[in-house]
């Protein structure tokens, strides 16, 4: 059984910063890509970073020079550092990874169960 748990959400005012933490366990072969999602209410879930298994980051452009995402394979984790936070980062984040749990297997998507991040004053 994978399980993805996240960790780092919270309550910050606008222009703080807070650091997310998604770590995959189970019996793993191989993990791909990782990311992060975000959902705010009434709006669909969208990527805000991902990076790949080399450590090659892409990032949307409305969080581009505010959010870092980076990962320790080593761990099999994922980060997110957020930066000069705005009410409209307001959402839920969902850590996202593509595990392949046998060599024999193709990677799968899996998802953390969310994590809150309020930004107001």
């Known amino acids: 059984q994978v399980q993805l748990v996240e960790s780092g959400g919270g309550l910050v005012q606008p222009g703080g910063s807070l650091r997310l933490s998604c770590a995959a366990s189970g019996t793993i072969f191989n993990i791909n890509a990782m990311g992060w999602y975000r959902q705010a209410p009434g709006k669909q879930r969208e990527l805000v970073a991902s990076?790949?298994?080399?450590?090659?980051?892409n990032t949307a452009d409305f969080v581009k020079g505010r959010f870092t995402i980076s990962r320790d394979n080593a761990k099999n984790a994922v980060y997110l550092q957020m930066n000069s936070l705005k009410p409209e980062d307001t959402a839920v984040y969902y850590c996202?990874?593509?595990?392949?749990?046998?060599?024999?297997?193709?990677?799968?998507?899996?998802w953390g169960q969310g994590t809150q991040v309020t930004v107001s004053s």
């Open positions: 996202n990874a593509l595990i392949q749990l046998r060599w024999t297997t193709q990677p799968q998507p899996y």
């Open positions: 990076i790949t298994s080399s450590g090659r980051p």
